[in-house]
């Protein structure tokens, strides 16, 4: 009996060994587990602050650098957009130097594209300043408008000097390289006394970039003129008249492009620099009020109206306008004025002519000169807005007019019948239309 409890007794406390060694494993198996994911947290959590360093120094970074930025214009007291302006403006005064030396990466143009692209550059930046000075803008917007047109003068003064390198012996590229640095000196010390009155005001690159487009724009057409040599494109308004065929001869010589038109629906004012009006026939008198002469003859009220129309056109576009003998007649008529039907005596042979001081025609022509003549007509009295310049030196009758504010001109002589000298004149005239484009 003691032998079996003795025996039950060991059973039970080996069974409570046995128990309490697989509790004792069953913890350190569970520490082991809590250590192993306690380590591997650790891993994570270590990763994930290294993954997370670089993005918060550059945070921190960025933001010293913004603060910086933001100190030095606290020093400045200017805004960013000011700042980013005025690096641009101190770019391109930078730039100003060698503007037009150079042309790298670009095609060599032919002279034709040439004096297209100057046209397209021209028209562009007309257009621009149209807009400055009728359109309200912001000064963002204005310092953008003028920095474009900047650019865009500054990129055609490239294109010129690379067809003059292509163009010029190297005797006369070597005098103009040096004339273009002395010009670059000039027109930088200009920029910078244009923008200095506004110095670190939002104003100061709208002013520097106007005066760089200015100076760059008349310096292209100073080249263009002396060396590409710029064509004006004429616009002749006749029905084939004798006249008319002479006139574009003479045109043609002078250098000009020379288009004839004879009805009002082809006349496209825009593609032309200048109209002339050639000699004729009269001009019909109802068309300036007055009862027809014995003396009038010839008319033809449909080229008296083409003419008359295609002068109103150019002149409310402010384009140069030329009228030669008959031409000038109508100019007046145009502006409504009278024609004196009758002129004692043809004058058909060289008269001497008296010039006024404050004409376009005194510096080419001086106070007096021969001239030839053939009409038996002139201006009466004077249209709207004109003035007499000329008078024959011997019956005082009017010889030229011109407008007191628009380029509108009238000779009562024919330059068309006198050789070279005509010529010569006519070369003066387009010089006075290529430089009321500058």
């Not at 970074?61 to 005025?86: H, I, R, V």
């Not at 670059?184 to 002013?207: C, D, I």
């Not at 409310?316 to 030329?322: A, C, I, T």
Request: glycine share 6%; with cysteine; charged share 30%.
């Amino acid at each position: 009996m003691s032998y079996r409890r003795t025996m039950d007794l060991f059973l039970i406390s080996v069974m409570i060994l046995l128990l309490l060694l697989g509790q004792s494993g069953c913890r350190r198996n569970e520490a082991a587990a809590d250590e192993a994911a306690g380590s591997k947290q650790e891993v994570q959590d270590t990763g994930k602050k290294t993954s997370e360093k670089p993005e918060q120094e550059t945070t921190e970074q960025k933001a010293g650098q913004g603060l910086e930025q933001e100190t030095t214009q606290q020093k400045s007291g200017q805004s960013p957009e000011q700042e980013t302006t005025q690096q641009k403006s101190a770019e391109q005064k930078s730039a100003q130097e060698t503007t037009g030396q150079e042309a790298a990466g670009q095609e060599t143009l032919t002279r034709e594209e040439l004096i297209l692209l100057y046209e397209k550059t021209r028209v562009k930046s007309d257009e621009i300043n149209l807009r400055l000075d009728t359109v309200s803008m912001d000064q963002q917007s204005m310092n953008q408008a003028a920095a474009a047109n900047c650019e865009n003068w500054n990129n055609l003064l490239s294109r010129v000097w690379s067809w003059l390198k292509e163009n010029l012996d190297q005797k006369e590229m070597e005098a103009l390289t040096e004339e273009q640095r002395e010009w670059s000196k000039q027109k930088e010390q200009a920029v910078r006394e244009a923008g200095k009155e506004m110095e670190g005001g939002s104003m100061q690159p709208f002013l520097e970039y106007s005066e760089n487009a200015v100076l760059t724009r008349k310096r292209v057409r100073e080249l263009m003129d002396t060396y590409v040599q710029i064509v004006p494109k004429v616009l002749v308004a006749d029905h084939k008249t004798k006249s008319a065929v002479r006139m574009v001869k003479y045109l043609k010589k002078a250098g000009f492009e020379v288009k004839r038109v004879d009805k009002l629906e082809d006349i496209v004012v825009s593609d032309y620099d200048t109209l002339v009006i050639p000699g004729g026939h009269n001009i019909t008198p109802e068309l300036y009020g007055a009862e027809r002469d014995k003396h009038t003859y010839g008319t033809d009220i449909a080229v008296d109206e083409l003419q008359i129309e295609a002068v109103k056109m150019f002149a409310e576009e402010k384009k140069p306008v030329l009228g030669v003998c008959r031409g000038c007649q109508v100019v007046n008529v145009a502006f409504g004025g009278t024609i004196d039907q009758h002129i004692p005596g043809w004058h058909k042979k060289y008269r001497t002519v008296k010039i006024d001081r404050d004409s376009w025609l005194y510096p080419m022509l001086g106070t007096s000169e021969s001239v030839y003549h053939y009409h038996h007509q002139c201006v009466d009295q004077l249209g709207e807005g004109l003035t007499a310049t000329q008078w024959d030196e011997e019956d005082e009758h009017i010889e030229a007019i011109e407008h007191t504010s628009l380029p509108v001109y009238g000779i009562q002589w024919h330059p068309d019948s006198m050789g070279d000298r005509g010529v010569d004149f006519f070369k003066y005239y387009r010089q006075l239309v290529i430089e009321y484009y500058q």
